[in-house]
């Protein structure tokens, strides 16, 4: 049995020339494996390989770390790589690998078994290989697996965030596609179809069919199940274009009502006809509901109600609208939601400052709360408003409706919704496009709340440097992340005696543990470098350092003095992003 040859620069490869098939350990007696002096045969030696024996790379194909992956190598085979081979290592024409374990032998066995079934020349196909070699067809690892731990490895196939889209390049279809085993796992496992999401296919042009989707949601067993049907463009009209496969699906999805969890629709697609069907118990298991789309409440009727009529489970409701917001009154008396078992609300849809109290008064386990668009409506009289206590809020945003902030609204919006409630816990506050600023109801709800608020948005409201202080004073020992963008109409209220005055300072200065600051333009107006000094104070003091700044301006030379001081930073360490005319330059070093 000739030496092979030992490559310089090249990794390790053993050859030999051709023994007979079979086991892995047929090609060396009981002496060579004991004293580890055996060799490997080439590819072409053995008659699998592609190369000639005259090419110098004819010894690498069966190497350690060849192309088919490296079997795992034992301790023993580990350590004794680290010693000191035999002296044949020595002279340049022969080479022999280390003492190995018969673990390791073992491992090389069952992947050079595996590399003979894999050559497509060798057999004429893989079943008539195993009939002729029976203990290669043993030796294949994904055999060995139990269908347990094959159903969860599934399961990490599936995408990590949002909903299953049918597809067969994708699992669950692709993996019940490979061989009758795989695919009687993959329906055994129920987890694998409990998440879907409903599209029309820009290609074809056309919705999964029904039987596909009664196949699919019937497989996931008595899962929860996750839906999620409603298109990506909100320009989508495929609800005229194709009312008819509409129905069939929202009928389809009907029938298994009884397991919905976690449910996104497509308002347009949910017709009349299809929720007359809904039956009396509605879905008990529904936990998270989600409207999306036009919001106009002329379209749906008491009957979507019947949905969560008995769902002791409903915790979150979501409506985001795509365009205008609506203008129709009335969200209370179409939507009869169960407040009082809500921890999340988040509202695209305009409702009125009533409205808004009223949902905040009735939801005592609201733990989130969005109402993006809040009009005037009509607004309670002081004497009548009673005081709510939310223990469990969190987070909580207020945004005036974009109509009432163009048109230069009079009435306090916000100022009466802050003096109704209380948050001892709340986190994060939001207030925003609000035209007449109230210093004194933000102070009242922050004394009688004294929550310790890490985060603080005011996006587009007009209030004074004196006001703004004022809110510091409040929020100073708490405060993490700060967010001021203000209009293009409302005055400067980050002047350079409130930044000096945020600037570090050993004798105290506010907001001393703030992390992130956000600020536009019109925020820092007069700055003149005095803003980027404040960042620049608090970036070297080792202690609190300040992490991430966002700067949204009109042009770099409008600002060159803070720019100027901001990329200075940048290059050792802070986080900016600059946003110049629309376009975001985000340079972020870690």
Same mark, same amino acid.
Request: hydrophobic share 35%; charged share 20%; with cysteine.
């Given at each position: 049995?000739?030496?092979?040859?030992?490559?310089?620069?090249?990794?390790?490869?053993?050859?030999?020339?051709?023994?007979?098939?079979?086991?892995?350990?047929? #090609?060396?007696?009981?002496?060579?494996?004991?004293?580890?002096?055996?060799?490997?045969?080439?590819?072409?030696?053995? !008659?699998?390989? =592609?190369?000639?024996?005259?090419?110098?790379?004819?010894?690498?194909?069966?190497?350690?770390?060849?192309?088919?992956?490296?079997?795992?190598?034992?301790?023993?085979?580990?350590?004794? /790589?680290?010693?000191?081979?035999?002296?044949?290592?020595?002279?340049?024409?022969?080479?022999?690998?280390?003492?190995?374990?018969?673990?390791?032998?073992?491992?090389? =066995?069952?992947? $050079?078994?595996?590399?003979?079934?894999?050559?497509?020349?060798?057999?004429?196909?893989?079943?008539?290989?195993?009939?002729?070699?029976?203990?290669?067809?043993?030796?294949?690892?994904?055999?060995?697996?139990?269908? @347990?731990?094959?159903?969860?490895?599934?399961?990490?196939?599936?995408?990590?965030?949002?909903?299953?889209?049918?597809?067969?390049?994708?699992?669950?279809?692709?993996?019940?596609?490979?061989?009758?085993?795989?695919?009687?796992?993959?329906?055994?496992?129920?987890?694998?179809?409990?998440?879907?999401?409903?599209?029309?296919?820009?290609?074809?042009?056309? $919705?999964?069919?029904?039987?596909?989707?009664?196949?699919?949601?019937?497989? &996931?067993?008595?899962?929860?199940?996750?839906?999620?049907?409603?298109?990506?463009?909100?320009?989508?009209?495929?609800?005229?274009?194709?009312?008819?496969?509409?129905?069939?699906?929202?009928?389809?999805?009907?029938?298994?009502?009884?397991?919905? /969890?976690?449910?996104?629709?497509?308002?347009?697609?949910?017709?009349?006809?299809?929720?007359?069907?809904?039956?009396?118990?509605? &879905?008990?298991?529904?936990?998270?509901?989600?409207?999306?789309?036009?919001?106009?409440?002329?379209? #749906?009727? %008491?009957?979507?109600? =019947?949905?969560?009529?008995?769902?002791?489970?409903?915790?979150?409701?979501?409506?985001?609208?795509?365009?205008?917001?609506?203008? /129709?009154?009335?969200?209370?008396?179409?939507?009869?939601?169960?407040?009082?078992?809500?921890?999340?609300?988040?509202?695209?849809?305009?409702?009125?400052?009533?409205?808004?109290?009223?949902?905040?008064? #009735?939801?005592?386990?609201?733990?989130?709360?969005? $109402?993006?668009?809040?009009?005037?409506?009509?607004?309670?009289?002081?004497?009548?408003?009673?005081?709510?206590?939310?223990?469990?809020?969190?987070?909580? @945003?207020?945004?005036?409706?974009?109509?009432?902030?163009?048109?230069?609204?009079?009435?306090?919006?916000?100022?009466?919704?802050?003096? %109704?409630?209380?948050?001892?816990?709340?986190?994060?506050?939001?207030?925003?496009?609000?035209?007449?600023?109230?210093?004194? &109801?933000?102070?009242?709800?922050?004394?009688?709340?004294?929550?310790?608020?890490?985060?603080?948005?005011?996006?587009?409201?007009?209030?004074?440097?004196?006001?703004?202080?004022?809110?510091?004073?409040?929020?100073?020992?708490?405060?993490?992340?700060?967010?001021?963008?203000? !209009?293009?109409?409302?005055?400067?209220?980050?002047?350079?005696?409130?930044?000096?005055?945020?600037?570090?300072?050993?004798?105290? #200065?506010?907001?001393?543990?703030?992390?992130?600051?956000?600020?536009?333009?019109?925020?820092?107006?007069?700055?003149?470098?005095?803003?980027?000094?404040?960042?620049?104070?608090?970036?070297?003091?080792? !202690?609190?350092?300040?992490?991430?700044?966002?700067?949204?301006?009109?042009?770099?030379?409008?600002?060159?003095?803070?720019?100027?001081?901001?990329?200075?930073?940048?290059?050792?360490?802070?986080?900016?992003?600059?946003?110049?005319?629309?376009?975001?330059?985000?340079?972020? $070093?870690?």
């Amino acid at each position: 049995m000739p030496h092979p040859s030992h490559a310089k620069g090249r990794r390790l490869s053993l050859s030999a020339k051709a023994a007979p098939q079979g086991s892995f350990t047929h #090609f060396f007696t009981s002496e060579q494996l004991e004293s580890g002096s055996f060799c490997i045969p080439s590819a072409y030696e053995s !008659g699998y390989g =592609n190369t000639s024996p005259t090419q110098p790379s004819s010894y690498g194909n069966y190497a350690l770390g060849n192309s088919y992956g490296p079997p795992p190598a034992s301790p023993s085979y580990i350590s004794a /790589s680290n010693r000191s081979f035999s002296p044949m290592m020595q002279n340049s024409n022969f080479y022999a690998p280390p003492p190995v374990s018969p673990s390791y032998i073992g491992a090389l =066995n069952a992947n $050079f078994s595996s590399m003979q079934m894999s050559d497509p020349r060798t057999l004429s196909s893989t079943r008539g290989h195993c009939r002729t070699y029976p203990e290669a067809r043993k030796s294949r690892a994904i055999h060995k697996l139990t269908k @347990e731990l094959c159903g969860m490895i599934f399961l990490h196939c599936l995408p990590n965030e949002g909903y299953t889209r049918p597809s067969r390049l994708a699992a669950p279809l692709s993996i019940s596609q490979v061989c009758r085993r795989w695919r009687s796992i993959a329906l055994e496992s129920p987890k694998l179809w409990c998440s879907i999401h409903i599209m029309r296919n820009l290609r074809a042009r056309h $919705f999964p069919s029904p039987a596909l989707l009664s196949a699919w949601l019937t497989r &996931a067993g008595k899962q929860r199940l996750e839906i999620c049907f409603a298109p990506e463009d909100p320009d989508d009209r495929s609800h005229r274009t194709h009312a008819a496969e509409v129905k069939q699906i929202l009928d389809t999805l009907v029938y298994f009502i009884d397991r919905w /969890s976690d449910v996104k629709l497509y308002t347009r697609y949910v017709n009349m006809s299809s929720l007359k069907h809904i039956p009396s118990t509605g &879905a008990p298991r529904l936990e998270s509901l989600e409207l999306v789309g036009p919001s106009d409440f002329k379209e #749906f009727s %008491t009957r979507v109600s =019947n949905i969560w009529a008995a769902s002791p489970r409903f915790k979150e409701f979501k409506m985001e609208h795509w365009g205008a917001p609506s203008t /129709s009154p009335g969200f209370l008396s179409i939507f009869n939601l169960p407040f009082q078992q809500l921890t999340s609300i988040s509202l695209s849809s305009t409702v009125s400052v009533i409205e808004c109290i009223r949902m905040l008064q #009735f939801s005592q386990k609201l733990v989130n709360c969005v $109402f993006e668009n809040i009009s005037v409506g009509s607004l309670p009289h002081p004497s009548n408003a009673k005081v709510a206590t939310l223990h469990n809020l969190r987070s909580l @945003e207020l945004t005036v409706d974009l109509l009432e902030f163009d048109n230069h609204s009079q009435h306090m919006i916000l100022a009466p919704i802050l003096n %109704t409630i209380k948050a001892p816990r709340l986190q994060s506050l939001l207030l925003g496009s609000e035209e007449r600023w109230s210093q004194q &109801a933000f102070d009242a709800f922050m004394g009688w709340s004294q929550c310790p608020l890490e985060s603080l948005t005011l996006d587009v409201v007009s209030l004074t440097d004196k006001d703004l202080e004022k809110c510091f004073h409040r929020v100073s020992n708490t405060l993490t992340h700060l967010k001021i963008h203000t !209009g293009s109409d409302h005055p400067s209220p980050l002047r350079p005696a409130l930044l000096q005055k945020l600037s570090f300072d050993p004798r105290g #200065f506010y907001c001393p543990f703030l992390k992130t600051i956000s600020v536009n333009r019109q925020t820092i107006l007069g700055s003149d470098g005095a803003f980027g000094s404040m960042i620049k104070s608090r970036w070297y003091n080792p !202690g609190r350092r300040l992490r991430k700044v966002v700067l949204e301006i009109d042009t770099k030379r409008e600002h060159y003095h803070d720019v100027r001081r901001l990329e200075n930073m940048q290059r050792e360490g802070l986080k900016l992003d600059i946003s110049e005319r629309g376009n975001v330059l985000s340079r972020c $070093f870690y």
